[in-house]
């Protein structure tokens, strides 16, 4: 099975969730599932390889919150590390913060000073790609730690709204486009 035939098969529209108009997409179900689950790490990790299979990452980064659940085992399948970004006031050392807009509203994003090296060449992980506010916003801090951003990967894009206008050049992997 494909990763957007799971995607299509398990993840649940919500309506008006966590606000009036938004359409939640709810991952769980795909979360639930042992072989759907290793299906989408698998394929999110894809962007982080060579034709050859070989890692070309040193980190991979997670987004808050959804991010993370799915940039932990991609990092395990590359064999990296994982390096988490946080909403404002989350993590307990010193931080490059980023401020930006959501879809339905406003947020900080923060990443502790000395987890990306100069230099690491890192792959970005969400599940999401909306209005792209949080994959710019993780980018410049991967930036200002003196690390590359190589590649965005995520689950679904929402072709909808501006996210892939608002990441530039950054190159994308998106295992479903709605």
């Given at each position: 099975m494909t990763p957007a035939e799971v995607l299509a098969g398990l993840v649940r529209d919500v309506p008006d969730f966590p606000e009036l108009g938004v359409l939640f997409k709810d991952i769980t179900p795909v979360l639930a599932d042992h072989a759907a689950f290793t299906v989408i790490v698998e394929g999110l990790a894809a962007a982080?390889?060579?034709?050859h299979g070989r890692s070309v990452v040193d980190k991979v980064v997670g987004m808050e919150a959804r991010g993370?659940?799915?940039?932990?085992?991609?990092?395990?399948?590359?064999?990296?590390?994982?390096?988490?970004?946080?909403?404002?006031?989350?993590?307990?050392r010193e931080?490059?913060?980023?401020?930006?807009?959501?879809?339905?509203?406003?947020?900080?994003?923060?990443?502790?000073?000395?987890?990306?090296?100069?230099?690491d060449r890192v792959l970005l992980v969400d599940d999401v790609l909306a209005t792209g506010g949080t994959a710019s916003a993780t980018r410049e801090l991967i930036d200002r730690c003196g690390g590359t951003a190589l590649a965005?990967?995520?689950?679904?894009?929402?072709?909808?709204?501006?996210?892939?206008?608002?990441?530039?050049?950054?190159?994308?992997?998106?295992?479903?486009?709605?």
């Open positions: 982080g390889r060579d034709e993370f659940i799915l940039a932990a085992p991609v990092a395990l399948a590359l064999g990296v590390g994982f390096v988490p970004v946080r909403k404002a006031g989350k993590l307990p931080t490059h913060g980023v401020s930006y807009a959501l879809e339905y509203a406003e947020a900080t994003l923060e990443i502790h000073q000395d987890a990306v090296r100069p230099g965005l990967a995520v689950m679904m894009e929402l072709s909808f709204l501006p996210g892939r206008a608002a990441i530039g050049d950054l190159p994308l992997t998106a295992l479903t486009t709605i």
